[in-house]
């Protein structure tokens, strides 16, 4: 599992398993936020993700984004989860760039 750290309290990965719950909690994070819409060809669906997540005594926020459309809404949610979620967080997609480009208009909006 690749994780890139995008700030100290913010990183990114591609796409998550169950398998990989131990591993992000061991890593110290607090919070995962799902950008992969269940419905995208090869995605682990998010309630799957959601309950080992919390299981492993993470907090989890489902968010999806569909590939080149990211919405006004998706980039809203997005800020309000980072706002409220324990840190740090792991965002996953696909690849993990749709949960760092994201995370660019979430700063982008607070400037």
Same mark, same amino acid.
Request: overall charge negative.
């Given at each position: 599992?690749?994780?890139? +750290?995008?700030?100290?309290? $913010?990183?990114?990965?591609? +796409?998550?398993?169950?398998?990989?719950?131990? /591993?992000?909690?061991?890593? @110290?994070?607090?919070?995962?936020?799902?950008?992969?819409?269940?419905?995208?060809?090869?995605?682990?669906?998010?309630?799957?993700?959601?309950?080992?997540?919390?299981?492993? @005594? /993470?907090?989890?926020? $489902?968010?999806?984004?569909?590939?080149?459309?990211?919405? +006004?809404?998706?980039? =809203?949610?997005?800020? =309000?989860?980072?706002?409220? /979620?324990?840190?740090?967080?792991?965002? $996953?997609?696909? =690849?993990?760039?749709?949960? @760092?480009?994201?995370?660019? /208009?979430? +700063?982008? @909006?607070?400037?």
């Amino acid at each position: 599992m690749e994780i890139r +750290q995008i700030t100290e309290d $913010y990183s990114v990965s591609p +796409q998550v398993g169950i398998e990989h719950i131990p /591993l992000i909690k061991a890593a @110290g994070f607090k919070s995962v936020i799902a950008n992969r819409p269940d419905n995208e060809d090869g995605a682990v669906a998010h309630t799957e993700i959601e309950t080992a997540a919390r299981e492993a @005594g /993470l907090e989890f926020r $489902y968010i999806p984004v569909i590939s080149g459309q990211m919405t +006004q809404e998706n980039v =809203s949610d997005q800020a =309000s989860a980072i706002e409220a /979620l324990p840190k740090p967080v792991l965002a $996953y997609c696909r =690849s993990g760039t749709r949960s @760092g480009n994201i995370f660019a /208009l979430v +700063q982008e @909006g607070k400037r």
